[in-house]
Nanobody, 119 residues
């Protein structure tokens, strides 16, 4: 099982930037797909971005394309989410997650980090 710990959340003004990091430990990190999700109060958890091992395949939700960038460093067992041009509607708890070894579902989750964007 992969253990995940997020960091980098906080309070930022509209238009600002934050960089979230996720440190992974446990089973082989470099062979799993990683993703960033968020969940706002009263809403379902939503997938924002995913990246395969090696970083060759990256996908984004439409509403974050051009503003958020996912990256990973397999040598350091980290995955990051650079968030620019933040809006109040980006306020949520952000989670990193790892897919299982056969890539069928996200099976490991971090504890989450709060991002609050003030207007």
């Amino acid at each position: 099982q992969v253990q995940l710990v997020e960091s980098g959340g906080g309070l930022v003004q509209t238009g600002g930037s934050l960089r979230l990091s996720c440190a992974a430990s446990g089973r082989t990190f470099s062979r799993v797909v990683m993703g960033w999700f968020r969940q706002a109060p009263g809403k379902e958890r939503e997938l924002l971005a995913s990246i395969n091992w090696g970083g060759g395949i990256i996908r984004y939700a439409e509403y974050v394309k051009g503003r958020f960038t996912i990256s990973r460093d397999d040598a350091k067992n980290t995955v990051c989410l650079q968030m620019n041009s933040l809006k109040p509607e980006d306020t949520a708890v952000y989670y990193c997650a790892a897919k299982n070894s056969d890539g069928t579902r996200y099976s490991a989750w971090g504890q989450g980090t709060q991002v609050t964007v003030s207007s």
